[in-house]
């Protein structure tokens, strides 16, 4: 099977299937990362309101255009309505607080960054647990704030992240534009089949986030050790001359169908990690990978657990 370049919305437009990451990516060193990026192939960003960063990501895609290494129509670049712009109102606003950070005249993908609100007042990260700063928005009303977006032309697309199946199939019940997409965590420690199959039997594309499960936090309490870290994953790797890390986004891709979105500011493994599109797992190879599923999660928000929008209280 040939690693697909990229996945098709359910509206005709394209994803690329693997994008950069850009979280945590320091303001001093997402310029050069995402240019590094570009350089090496990348044509998908993976941006968000929340990380601080849109301007110096901006900057990198400007430059590339300058450069004339890029079109603005060559890239696919994906930004995110924080928490605290749930209420239909806000939506339009904050996208094009996005934008003009970006430099950009649209994004490609427009996203509900988490399915719980907060209120604008309580900050971007409020206190844990207190049910005092929690937005009454629902989720369906934000919905046709983002639904304005794309009818503006601000997103070429529109969808949500962190959503549980119910959360989807309400979405689904009540839109006007259907969801394209569903940004959720998938790695092979919490490999989510199960949400990943309910989204492609309703044609919404799955990218996965943290898909190397996020390296820079194993050592803290309750973080399972990533699956680049296990021997025989290395083992697998030499067998077609890559990395753990290669292995692991390959199948990602191959295997369970979605979007990897792996985040590095370090030039050698933003160009390793884009070089995945030659080779092609062997049977018992995914099947090792898929038996290393532990179903224990990286990204839990669980301050919000007493949120109504809570999303990881249901199996999937
Ligand atoms: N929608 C959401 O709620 C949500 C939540 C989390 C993440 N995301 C998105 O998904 C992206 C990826 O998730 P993530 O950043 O949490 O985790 P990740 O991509 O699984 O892991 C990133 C970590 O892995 C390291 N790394 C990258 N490539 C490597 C390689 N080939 N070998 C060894 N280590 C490697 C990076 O280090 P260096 O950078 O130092 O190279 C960084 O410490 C984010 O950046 C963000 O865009 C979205």
């Known amino acids: 099977m040939v690693v697909p370049k990229t996945f098709k919305f359910n509206n005709g437009k394209e994803i690329p299937s693997i994008g950069l990451g850009t ?46 290494v890029v079109k603005r129509e060559d890239l696919f670049i994906t930004s995110k309505l924080w928490c605290n712009y749930h209420e239909k109102e806000k939506v339009v606003p904050m996208i094009k607080d996005s934008l003009k950070n970006l430099k950009l005249e649209y994004v490609d993908l427009y996203l509900i960054h988490w399915p719980f609100g907060f ?27 983002m639904e304005e977006a794309q009818e503006l032309g601000l997103a070429k697309s529109i969808g949500v992240s962190n959503f549980n199946k119910a959360q989807v199939e ?30 492609k039997e309703n044609d919404i594309i799955v990218a996965g986030y943290c898909p190397l499960g996020r390296v820079d936090s194993y050592g803290k309490p309750r973080i ?59 049977k018992e190879d995914t099947d090792y990978i898929d038996s290393t ?17 809570y999303p990881f209280h249901d199996e999937y």
């Open 293 to 309: 599923n532990i179903n224990v999660r990286v990204c839990l928000a669980a301050y919000f657990g007493n949120h109504k929008d």
């Open 119 to 145: 209120k604008e007042e309580a900050g971007p990260w409020p206190n844990e647990g207190n049910p005092e700063s929690y937005s009454d928005a629902d989720i369906t009303e934000t919905w046709e704030g």
């Open 23 to 68: 979280f945590n990516s320091p303001p001093g060193q997402v310029t050069q990362a995402v240019k590094d990026a570009i350089d090496a192939g990348y044509r998908h960003i993976d941006c968000a309101w929340y990380y601080g960063n849109e301007a110096e990501v901006g900057q990198a895609i400007e430059t590339k255009i300058k450069e004339g």
């Open 224 to 282: 399972p050790k990533p699956t680049i870290f296990d021997p025989k994953v290395a083992e697998i790797g030499k067998k077609y001359n890559k990395t753990p890390a290669q292995v692991v986004l390959n199948y990602l891709i191959t295997t369970l169908g979605i979007v990897v979105l792996p985040k590095s500011v370090t030039k050698s493994r933003i160009i390793e990690n884009f070089d995945i599109f030659d080779f092609q797992l062997d």
């Open 170 to 199: 309400k979405i689904l019940n009540a839109c006007k534009i259907k969801p394209v997409c569903n940004q959720v965590e998938v790695n092979p420690n919490f490999n989510n089949k199960k949400l990943i199959e309910y989204c």
